[in-house]
């Protein structure tokens, strides 16, 4: 089974300030297509979770553009250039390529 | 606009059988993936699994066992039946779209949840 791990598990970030989440996985996420199979979700409080990004590093419709993925192998990160309030929630990592996996989830806090 | 909604009983007794089931409307069942996912107290999100009109079927490998995905076309539904539950199944259910992304080159593509059921909270407790 393919094991992925997040860090930080928690991150205050202050209001304009850029974030970064890292997501390892146990083997390659690199299809033999050639295609990342990673995606990141975000939970904000109170809500169901929403795709963020695809295939590694693909935004999803209506994403902002200071979100973006990036990584490759195993491993991978998701960046926010300027953190907004609206961004708090729990980040997650999913592995796709074999069943799928989140990892533990990074809490995103302002500070 | 694609819309989900969960439904099922909120309490379930210990070793009895879970069943929730995925309304959809504005989509066809027969069109796309359908999955569930599930946030136990003070935890992550979980993977149970996916189904395809196709009968392509993918479930968590530690919940196979136990777990039943199945579509019903007639009432554009899906659903999810669990059984042998336990305290640890406590947890809010997610019903989920897949969207289909294409992967030039190939003739499969590449899913990903994009349309989110808001959740449905299952406590097992006698």
């Known amino acids: 089974d393919i094991v992925v791990t997040q860090s930080p598990l928690s991150l205050p970030v202050s209001p304009g300030e850029p974030a970064s989440i890292s997501c390892r996985s146990s083997q390659s996420l690199i299809h033999r297509n050639g295609y990342t199979y990673l995606d990141w979700y975000l939970q904000k409080p109170g809500q169901s979770p929403q795709l963020l990004i695809y295939m590694g590093f693909n935004r999803a419709s209506g994403v902002p553009d200071r979100f973006s993925g990036s990584g490759s192998g195993t491993d991978f990160s998701l960046k926010i250039s300027r953190v907004e309030a609206e961004d708090v929630g729990v980040y997650y990592c999913m592995q796709t390529l074999q069943t799928r996996t989140f990892g533990q989830g990074t809490k995103v806090e302002i500070k | 606009q694609v819309q989900l909604q969960e439904s099922g009983p909120g309490l379930v007794k210990p070793s009895e059988t879970l069943s929730l089931t995925c309304t959809v409307s504005g989509a066809y069942i027969s069109e796309y993936y359908w999955g569930w996912v599930r946030r136990p107290p003070g935890k992550g999100l979980e993977w149970i699994g996916y189904?395809?009109?196709?009968?392509?079927?993918n479930h968590n490998p530690s919940l196979t066992t136990r777990l039943t995905i199945s579509l019903d076309t007639s009432k554009n539904q899906f659903s999810l039946k669990l059984t042998s539950v336990t305290a640890a199944d406590t947890a809010i259910y997610y019903c989920?779209?897949?969207?289909?992304?294409?992967?030039?080159?190939?003739?499969?593509?590449?899913?990903?949840?994009?349309?989110w059921g808001q959740g449905t909270t299952v406590t097992v407790s006698s």
């Open positions: 989920a779209k897949f969207r289909a992304y294409s992967l030039p080159g190939y003739n499969y593509n590449y899913h990903s949840m994009d349309v």
């Open positions: 189904i395809h009109y196709n009968g392509l079927i």
